[in-house]
């Protein structure tokens, strides 16, 4: 873990609410997520890493609340204290050779790393990414480019096969030898429940001091009880308990 | 010319004041990798039980204006794990005063972990909590009567050689009524004070935030409040106080120690930034330096 000043290099809006933001800076690399400080606010806002490369870190976030409103409103230049190089992330390694990635609205950009990582270790990749409508979909042609097949569903049937990942998992039926994702609790549950064979989900939760010492986002699983932002945030699908 | 930091809890040198709270730092463990722990005048480390405890159901976590509320529910893995496992791992690799946070549900359950704690080498100070709010039937229940509060003293100290601190809770009318009690009982020292019983809502959901409705709060907003507490318990009663509560930096140390605390524990300040601890500790000498402070024993409860 570390703890440096980053510049906003991009701000911008991709879809309904969602924000691209890059980050410059030196802080650690690797990890799943960064801890970013929001100016007036006490905690700070874990968000998942989309693109990590030499001091740069691409993240993608949606408006939820104020502290996330005030974080969309700052401008290219301004400073942000960040914690970089915190959490458990996906493991390439435990793919043989076909990974099927499976992303739920802002579960989708971790997605893309891991999917970079795949890629460059030779594995083939399918991704599959829901959202709610099509003004909601982002990092598609990312995707595409770092994946052998990108299939998308919307609930509103606008874009892709209309329903849930499930239903265009269903229609397209990927090959695949290992699952990971990450989305809504609802849908990493479903996607547990109905996909066979081995896989593993990044889950949420509220957090505290997002480094393991504070036991706010502790979670059961079948080994017993796990923080969600030192053990985790991804676990193997097997210790899960829904 | 060179500050002297260190002051003296019963009798143990702290290089420093500054000790990170009981909840808010783990084992000391978790940060051991991210931090020379030797920084630090002392560690509290997280509330112990007999038995291992899951804690409360999730979210646990809920933010304020200038704080934030907690209702993690001492989630912790029993008092036999603590002294067999925590202590020795931490005193590999740290120097300081080690002081074990033991909570109960009855008072042979304080009895029987204080024992335990007593019997642990690596542990230099035992710090009885009656003030968590975040478990029903124990905890806080002891510490919101003199008359309780008096009764877990008394049962400890029977069992402990070690200096015994008791952590009291800001949620009562008179906290000076209870810290005399616990004096009179035979308590070594104070920790003062644990968190403010809160609540916040989530307007959209129509639901409270905390899983458990309720939790503590804590962070920079209470600490006016807790300094006043800490000013009227420390010029009531002669053992030592750790002044607790908002504690944020090197400023709010030197303001803690003035009111009457011997030692300073950082609590919420860590979730915000781990580093919080070793960044006040280091600003110390320069703002001796700026207040004409040599030693900071010289300024204990000086106002």
Redesign the interface.
């Known amino acids: ?1 570390n ?1 440096s000043l980053y510049t906003i290099a991009e701000n911008s809006l991709i879809a309904t609410k969602t924000y691209k933001m890059v980050l410059e800076g030196n802080g650690v690399e690797g990890g799943e997520f960064v801890d970013i ?1 929001i100016p007036g ?4 806002r874990p968000l998942s890493v989309c693109d990590c490369e030499e001091g740069r870190l691409t993240l993608v976030y949606k408006v939820v609340g104020e ?1 996330t409103k005030v974080l969309s409103e700052m401008a290219v230049g301004g400073k942000l204290e960040v ?1 970089t190089g915190l959490g458990r992330g996906f493991d390439p390694e435990a793919c043989r050779e076909r990974a099927l990635l499976v992303g739920g609205g802002l579960g989708v950009p971790p997605l893309l790393l891991l999917a970079k990582r795949l890629k460059a270790q030779g594995k083939h990749v399918t991704a599959v990414l829901g959202f709610n409508k099509a003004d909601e979909i982002i990092l598609a042609d990312e995707f595409r480019a770092v994946s052998d097949e990108v299939l998308i569903s919307t609930v509103d049937g606008s874009v892709g096969e209309k329903g849930f990942v499930t239903d265009a998992i269903v229609a397209g039926k990927p090959a695949y030898d290992y699952f990971y994702t990450c989305g809504p609790m609802v849908m990493m549950k479903v996607v547990c429940n109905a996909l066979e064979g081995p896989g593993e989900a990044s889950l949420e ?5 997002g ?10 699983t079948k080994n017993g ?1 796990r923080r969600v932002c ?1 053990d985790g945030p991804v676990f193997k699908k097997e210790e899960l308990i829904w | 010319m060179v500050k002297d930091l260190s002051v003296d809890l019963c009798g143990i040198r702290l290089k420093n004041p500054v000790v990170p709270a009981s ?4 084992f000391g463990l ?2 051991a ?2 931090m020379d722990l030797n920084v630090l005048g002392g560690i509290s480390l ?1 509330g112990t039980t007999r038995e291992a405890r ?2 409360n159901p ?11 509320i ?1 209702s ?1 529910g001492l ?1 912790n893995p029993g008092i036999d794990v603590l002294v067999g496992e925590k202590v020795p791992s931490l005193r590999k690799v740290y120097d300081g005063c080690i002081i074990a946070n033991i909570s109960g549900f009855s008072l042979d359950e304080y009895k029987e972990c204080c024992a335990k704690a007593d019997a642990c080498e690596g542990i230099d100070i035992i710090e009885v909590n009656i003030s968590c709010p975040n478990v029903h039937n124990g905890g806080m229940a002891f510490g919101t009567s003199a008359a309780s509060a008096a009764e877990v003293t008394a049962a400890v100290k029977a069992v402990c050689r070690k200096p015994v601190f008791l952590k009291l809770s800001p949620n009562v009318t008179d906290i000076v009524s209870i810290a005399r009690a616990c004096e009179d009982a035979g308590a070594d020292g104070l920790t003062l004070v644990n968190t403010f019983l809160g609540m916040r809502i989530d307007i959209v959901r129509r639901k409270p935030v905390i899983a458990n409705k309720m939790g503590g709060f804590s ?2 907003a209470i600490f006016p409040i807790a300094l006043r507490m800490v000013y009227q318990v420390a010029h009531a009663c002669k053992i030592p106080v750790m002044g607790c509560g908002g504690v944020a930096t090197a400023r709010d140390v030197v303001e803690m120690i003035m009111a009457g605390a011997t030692a300073v524990q950082v609590g ?1 300040e ?6 919080a601890c070793p960044e006040i500790a280091a600003a110390l000498p320069a703002l001796m330096d700026e207040l004409n402070i040599n030693a900071l024993k010289d300024i204990i409860g000086t106002v």
């Open positions: 873990m703890k400080g606010y006490f905690l700070r502290g914690l939760e509220r957090m505290g001091c480094a393991g010492f504070c036991y706010g986002c502790s979670i059961q009880p030192k | 909840g808010t730092f783990g978790e940060l990798g991210d997280k899951y804690g999730t979210p646990r976590i809920a933010e304020c204006e200038g704080g934030m907690n993690v989630q962070g920079r919420a860590n979730l915000r930034n781990p580093f």
